[in-house]
């Protein structure tokens, strides 16, 4: 499941990051340049071990990138405040979180999507077998 779950959300954040620079509020997220680079660069790491790497290595990405999405999400709701995002044409929002003010913005939906990937991310993970670590019969 691992290596699925990688493939399918690093194509996912492979586009979201390429999207971002065309349309910086897609699904009314906040994509700045850093934010679309971070897909981007997280998209391709889990693309390629969905597709090349080891499941032990999928699994591992999973879990750990499930655990920092989550994060992400839960941290943004909680240091979000209402406010008005520094990229032009954004509108306001409640629980906007300035990670690096005027460069790296989150709003409501990027936590919101923040949360699902962490689950999904974890999913993928936990629910994956790791025939390298068990004992052979």
Same mark, same amino acid.
């Given at each position: 499941?691992?290596?699925?779950?990688?493939?399918?959300? @690093?194509?996912?954040?492979?586009?979201?990051?390429? %999207?971002?620079? %065309? /349309? !910086?509020?897609?699904?009314?997220?906040?994509?700045?340049?850093?934010?679309?680079?971070?897909?981007? %660069?997280?998209? /391709? /790491?889990?693309?390629?071990?969905?597709?090349?790497?080891?499941?032990?290595?999928?699994?591992?990405?999973?879990?750990?990138?499930?655990?920092?999405?989550?994060?992400? @999400?839960?941290? @943004?709701?909680?240091? @979000?405040? &209402?406010?008005?995002?520094?990229?032009?044409?954004?509108?306001?929002?409640?629980?906007?979180?300035?990670?690096? !003010?005027?460069?790296?913005?989150?709003?409501?939906?990027?936590?919101?999507?923040?949360?699902?990937?962490?689950?999904?991310?974890? &999913?993928?993970?936990?629910?994956?077998?790791?025939? /390298?670590?068990?004992?052979?019969?």
């Amino acid at each position: 499941m691992a290596k699925t779950i990688c493939t399918l959300l @690093g194509a996912v954040l492979l586009l979201v990051g390429i %999207v971002g620079f %065309v /349309a !910086p509020g897609f699904l009314g997220t906040h994509l700045s340049l850093v934010h679309n680079l971070i897909h981007i %660069v997280s998209g /391709a /790491a889990a693309l390629y071990l969905g597709l090349s790497g080891s499941l032990s290595a999928a699994r591992t990405f999973c879990l750990a990138f499930g655990a920092v999405y989550l994060l992400l @999400g839960i941290v @943004g709701f909680l240091l @979000g405040g &209402a406010g008005t995002p520094s990229m032009p044409n954004m509108a306001a929002d409640t629980h906007l979180f300035k990670v690096i !003010p005027g460069i790296l913005e989150l709003g409501t939906m990027d936590h919101c999507i923040h949360l699902l990937l962490g689950i999904v991310f974890l &999913a993928g993970g936990l629910l994956t077998k790791d025939y /390298a670590t068990t004992s052979r019969d």
